[in-house]
């Protein structure tokens, strides 16, 4: 960790909490998880190479769509582990 850490990881869980608003719980397939990651991967590959071709002035919007991945990556996460316990609660019965 940096001192930037707490700063980057707090602009995640904003993201966060903009996903939970628009979208609600999700609890999907993990390989719906991973083609959504994947889109976010590829929409910050294309940022930065908007800005590698000159296109885009400066890199904020390839920030932007970074933050979109780890945030993506952590839903999927807490999907998982919902799903998991869910799981482990049904067949504990
Ligand atoms: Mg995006």
Do not use: F
């Not at 002035?57 to 993506?72: G, I, N």
């Amino acid at each position: 960790m940096t001192q930037a850490t707490p700063g980057v990881l707090a602009e995640v869980r904003r993201e966060r909490e903009r996903q939970d608003a628009k979208w609600g719980e999700q609890n999907l397939d993990p390989a719906v998880w991973l083609m959504i990651l994947g889109e976010e991967v590829g929409e910050a590959n294309n940022a930065a190479l908007e800005h590698l071709m000159g296109n885009a002035r400066d890199l904020s919007h390839y920030r932007t769509e970074l933050l979109q991945v780890a945030a993506v990556a952590v839903s999927a996460v807490e999907s998982l582990d919902r799903q998991q316990a869910r799981l482990a609660a049904s067949t504990n019965q």
